[in-house]
């Protein structure tokens, strides 16, 4: 089948298989890797993305169920030269380590923060509890989306 997608602010068509799930999408046909693939059973994070602004966990999505709309990975982030406000944070606060989690940590943190711009930290800490760590212990993690919370 053909998807027309919008991916990282340009639109590309593509023909694919219809079980084709949207982190193998982007992957194998975008080419884009940050997106990682961390578990097979939808609960780790680590291929966590934005569709149409609200993060996903891509490995659950047919590329099928974004035709036509808004998919966002941690590439595009950063513009000419400079870090996106959360991807500074999560450098400023140490919030990585391996780095395996980070670009669903920082998309879920985004999509987070797009629901509710001022979380407490309680809030944060439920909101990436389907991000797994295994580096950080999540308290820098934290930190950094709370002081990305206080900029804006
Ligand atoms: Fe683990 Fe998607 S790869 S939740
Ligand atoms: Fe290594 Fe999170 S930084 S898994």
New binding site residues.
């Given amino acids: 089948m053909k998807v027309t997608i919008n991916v990282n602010g340009e639109e590309r068509t593509d023909e694919v298989e219809s079980r084709l799930l949207l982190i193998h999408y982007l992957r194998e046909v975008c080419e884009l890797r940050a997106a990682n693939i961390g578990c097979d059973s939808s609960s780790c994070g680590?291929c966590t993305v934005l569709l149409d602004g609200r993060s996903v966990k891509s490995c659950t999505v047919l590329a099928a169920q974004a035709d036509g709309h808004e998919v966002t990975t941690v590439e595009s982030l950063a513009t000419a030269g400079e870090l996106h406000p959360m991807q500074a944070a999560f450098r400023a606060e140490h919030?990585?380590?391996?780095?395996?989690?980070?670009p669903g940590?920082v998309m879920a943190s985004i999509g987070l923060l797009k629901d509710n711009p001022s979380p407490t930290e309680a809030e944060v800490r439920s909101a990436l509890e389907g991000n797994?760590?295994?580096?950080?212990g999540y308290h820098n993690?934290v930190r950094a989306v709370l002081s990305v919370a206080q900029q804006s």
């Fill in positions: 680590a919030g990585l380590q391996c780095g395996f989690c980070t940590m797994y760590c295994r580096c950080t993690i």
